[in-house]
């Protein structure tokens, strides 16, 4: 499947791939900790009110699960519903040099089209394992551009990506996984204005990427034409969503099939923002040397150019985040409670947290200055200098984003999360004990049974 001459349309190379490709012993590993994570964490948003809206914004009942709900869905709709919950808090996994969120998107998609065709385990690992894959390769092809026009990754890679899963899940020949992939180019879509204001959109985007998947392949499957040049054709998806950089193809076809990226994907041990990450674990070990925040004077931090426009600025409005949602994308709040609390997960993230003074006097602490030579987004760092009332400075680096491939969360961290977001969601014991063994099944090639994670 690698051979194909360079004339070739890009999307007749990704629709061989997602027909043929068999995913190693090691992709499977990584995908069986995708379905955990994701469905933990759709458990843990199940009672939030942007859950709730999209619930009553469904249709169709139906087969399909909605995690952490009774109510059967129609097969858009649970895909919608539950990409919006696993992305709702921004804990779910990233890819370094992206930076996407594959797992929300992708297990989605692939899970609702397995309960409705009947699909075992085996055909629905391979579908996460080739969608989260194509995903994360897109990324690569025109990093910062995206988010410099305006769009959100994850929206926009997300839905030729799902389009390919489901089609390799279904076990759809190359051409019509190529006609699938021609459709979804027109169906994606996300924006990235939520920064002004903390609104949902974003925990949509997800969700809509994974409905936007399924319909294009379904469509595909149906006999429904779409463009085979929609990757690299004159009016193609990078022209469209990428425009102010040219589009470099190789880190996505390079070692397609043969070497898979998908193993280097990252968990995050945090509720935020993916950059934000390194910047709370450099103020932890501040905090570990024992100064207050009284103590501290200033904060400054070196950062990469491209994350300023979403994680800093307006710098005074990330200093005083209008509610919780838009704390996650706020270096200085997500700083401040890494501080004061030793932690940055779910109950962090609330409106009445970025209300609370000391919170908000240790943030308008922290500034930044960009870093030329910092490497993002090929790797996400951290950096602080604290000056401290006694004139006494310390700085800090954290040279990697920890969950990523320099340090991977261990299986027992990764289980402790599950479980954590299970209680968060509020199942007891023995839900979460049936949970833990349906989604083990499914790891394993058995049957795709979720009605464990109807609580």
Known sequence: MNHVPISTPVAVKLAAFAAEAAPSSAVAAVCRRLIFDIIGL???????????????????????????????LGLYDAALVNGTAAHGEDYDDTFEGGPIHAGAVIVSAVLAIAEKRGLGGKAAMRGIAVGSELMCRMSLVAPQAT?????????????????????AALGLDAATIGRALGISGSLASGIIEYLADGSS?????????????LRAALLAE???????????????FYKAFAPSKAPDFTPLLDGLGSRWILETLAFKPYACGTMTQPFIDCVKKLSATGVSADDIVSITCRVGEGTVHRLWEPLAEKHRPPNGYAGKFSTPFCMAVG????????????????KDPQVRALAAKISYEVDPDDPYPRNFTGHLKATMRDGTVHEFQQPYMRGGAHEPLSDTELDDKFEANLRF?????SAIAALRNALGRIAEGGDVDLSASRA
């Open 147 to 167: 988010h410099k026009a305006g769009f959100h990754p994850t929206a926009i890679f997300g839905a030729p990506a799902a389009a390919a899963a489901v089609g």
């Open 339 to 354: 501080f004061l609390d030793g932690e940055a997960g779910l109950g962090q993230f609330t409106d009445e947290r970025v």
């Open 42 to 72: 759709s458990v843990a948003a199940r009672h939030t009110d942007y859950v709730q809206a999209a619930l009553a914004s469904a249709v169709d009942e139906g087969s399909c699960t909605a995690h952490g709900h009774q109510r059967g």
């Open 222 to 236: 149906g006999g429904f034409t779409g463009p085979i040049t929609v990757f690299d054709g004159s009016h193609g």
């Open 425 to 429: 969601g509020r199942l007891g014991d």
């Open 201 to 213: 959109t974003k925990r949509l985007h997800a969700g809509a990427a994974a409905q936007a998947g």
